[in-house]
């Protein structure tokens, strides 16, 4: 079985988030940047389990960034994973990003693509569906619980109001999110041990990117709480039906 | 050139997200000064033709029983063909889990820009840029569309649908339907309760609730007002509550008319998943919990105190016993 992972950076859930030059880029001083938590805690997690259970399992990593996303990718490979590769690529859109993934998987013959529900930061939900479709794979998007048996994957997603069960064989592409594994803290071994795996750079191919950024905004600020006292709680009942008009 | 919906629909039934993309998308031709139209798949017990009252002419309905369920791939061929066949210029969809399935491969397809997650209409002065929300709803981005054709899919709960007089022509769209790669072999749904993603009222519970036995109240609280119960990530990953009742950064994204939070400290991460409900009401014993920052109405006080208050008041309003 041949796993790979899809990597994204993004800034630390608590950045502060502003923007510059006439709001039209994220201001990056101070910004701690993490590996996007579903890609993490989820996608890469269950890969390693898979791993776990059969050792032949080979995992790869990929990430499409500049050469500032290596800390990223090691920090991913100190968790698991056999080797990386960086498609040496500032990001444009979802699709240019997707495009670069799925030539690497061509190239790659992988069984399984995990993907993170979505990026923190872009919230697209879009990189997993793109690439089964520019593959022509099937796609089990908001994967909540992934099972192999031999190369067919019993896999929950979910449903409005649910979960629903179903199998595909593989080659499948998979977005994960919570329910899939347990968030890991990578030890001292794996730490070491990432420093010397591969990570390999390839260089993009010529795609166009068909969406792009014209400016960012910030939400306007709340005008302020309107506290209730605890023992007139009548009141917030009243204001929540007279005044707000919600119930 | 046309504007074409997907109508979203399960269990025989038409979803309100897809009402919403409906107006949406009639919107979006009357300023575009085009027709609206919509692609529907599968089967359904509702009333197509009445689907014409949010602003569609005419419905493309592929009446095929294997696509009574979602798979992406038949889903993005059978749009995408109806969409190639009526010279539809924009897909018009929502951002629920049916979208999130779709309108990535519907993309990827068609080398069509995609705006996942629309907040508003687009300006369609001098280009074509809408509005999203990104860093978790911490912040907005306006995205350029570059492709001549464009999909978009709306943000559940963020478009107010308007519903007026009219029907649409429902015509049998022609298009080959494979069999599915994906098999389904169970359904697992809690029933009779309003899905969280489409919920306009919700009331959620953090760590302050001290177990999952003292979930009662709140249940009974969002019974008595139509609302769906949501949880902080403390409480999920507690097991208190399921998963897919966890909302914030890490979990589910929504935007209801009222958030009502008690016992939830407000962390950052939390709020990045609901600060985009229009009304914020806040319960919480300690006067500097951060939610009160992001609150329309507050009581600082002892959830168990309150909530029993707040349930016998409503019951009160809707005059029942
Ligand atoms: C990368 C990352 C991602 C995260 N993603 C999410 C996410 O998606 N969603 C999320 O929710 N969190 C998320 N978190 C966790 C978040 O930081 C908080 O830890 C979490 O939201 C706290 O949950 P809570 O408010 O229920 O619990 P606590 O922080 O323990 O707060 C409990 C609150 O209840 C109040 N309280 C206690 N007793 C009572 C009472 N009797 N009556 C009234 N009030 C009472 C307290 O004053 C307190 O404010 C994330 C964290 C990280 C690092």
Redesign the pocket.
Same mark, same amino acid.
């Given at each position: 079985m041949k796993i790979l992972v899809c990597i994204s950076k993004t800034p630390d859930?608590t950045a502060k988030i502003a923007f510059a030059d006439n709001n039209t880029k994220f201001v990056q001083e101070g910004v701690q940047w993490i590996i996007n938590?579903y890609d993490e805690w989820y996608a890469l997690v269950r890969a390693i389990e898979l791993k776990e259970k059969d050792p032949s399992t080979i995992i790869h990593l990929i990430t499409v960034g500049a050469a500032d996303t290596e800390p990223i990718i090691r920090k991913a490979l100190a968790l698991g994973g056999d080797e990386a590769i960086r498609v040496n690529a500032d990001s444009h859109d979802s699709f240019y990003i997707a495009s670069q993934i799925a030539e690497i998987a061509k190239q790659g013959g992988y069984d399984l693509i995990f993907t993170g529900k979505e990026t923190i930061d872009y919230n697209g939900s879009s990189i997993g569906g793109m690439v089964a479709e520019l593959l022509d794979q099937p796609y089990v998007s908001l994967a909540t619980k992934f099972e192999l048996n031999g190369t067919t994957a019993t896999i929950n997603r979910e449903i409005e109001g649910g979960e629903e069960t179903c199998e595909v064989n593989v080659p499948v592409v998979v977005s994960c999110q919570k329910g899939m594994a347990e968030q890991r803290i990578p030890n001292m071994k794996g730490i070491m041990g990432a420093r010397t795996k591969p990570l390999k750079v390839a260089e993009p191919v010529a795609v166009d990117a068909l969406t792009s950024v014209a400016s960012f905004e910030l939400p306007p600020a709340k005008a302020g709480v309107k506290l209730v006292d605890a023992e007139n709680v009548g009141e917030l009942v009243r204001l929540l039906h007279e005044e707000a008009k919600v119930i | 050139m046309s504007v074409l919906i997907f109508i979203d629909s399960a269990d025989g039934h038409v979803k309100k997200s897809s009402f919403e993309a409906l107006t949406y998308g009639a919107q979006l031709a009357k300023q575009l000064g085009t027709a609206a139209e919509a692609v529907l798949l599968g089967t359904v017990a509702d009333d197509v033709a009445a689907l014409g009252k949010y602003g569609v002419t005419k419905i493309h309905h592929v009446a095929n029983e294997t696509l009574n369920h979602v798979d992406a791939q038949l889903y993005t061929k059978a749009i995408a063909d109806v969409a190639t066949a009526s010279g539809a210029t924009v897909i018009v969809l929502s951002h629920n889990l049916t979208g999130k399935a779709v309108a990535p491969r519907l993309s990827a397809r068609l080398k069509a820009g995609l705006v996942a997650g629309a907040v508003g209409l687009p300006n369609t002065a001098g280009g074509f840029v809408v509005k999203k929300g990104v860093f978790s709803s911490k912040a907005f981005a306006h995205m350029n569309v570059n492709t001549a054709m464009k999909i978009i899919s709306i943000s559940p709960n963020s478009f107010q649908t308007v519903a007026g007089e009219g029907t649409a022509e429902v015509v049998a769209a022609q298009v080959t339907v494979d069999s599915p790669k994906v098999k389904i072999t169970a359904t697992n749904k809690v029933t009779g309760q309003v899905p969280l993603s489409e919920a306009e009222l919700v009331v959620s519970g =953090? !760590?302050?609730l001290?177990g999952p036995e003292n979930w009662g109240m709140v249940e009974e609280l969002a019974g008595l007002i139509g609302a769906a119960t949501a949880c902080? !990530?403390? /409480?999920a990953d507690a097991h208190w509550r399921p998963h897919h009742e966890? /909302? =914030? @950064?890490?979990?589910g994204s929504i935007a209801p008319n009222l958030y009502l939070a $008690?016992?939830?400290?407000?962390? $950052? @991460?939390?709020l990045?998943?609901v600060n985009r409900s229009k009304v914020i009401v806040v319960?919480?014993?300690?006067p500097e919990?951060p939610?009160f920052k992001a609150a329309d109405y507050g009581i600082v006080?002892?959830?168990?105190d309150v909530v029993p208050k707040m349930i016998a008041e409503v019951k009160k309003l809707k005059g029942v016993a």
């Open positions: 859930t938590p | =953090g !760590r302050g001290k902080s !990530r403390a /409480v966890h /909302v =914030g @950064q890490t979990g $008690i016992g939830i400290s407000g962390a $950052i @991460q939390h990045a998943g319960i919480n014993k300690d919990a939610f006080g002892d959830a168990f």
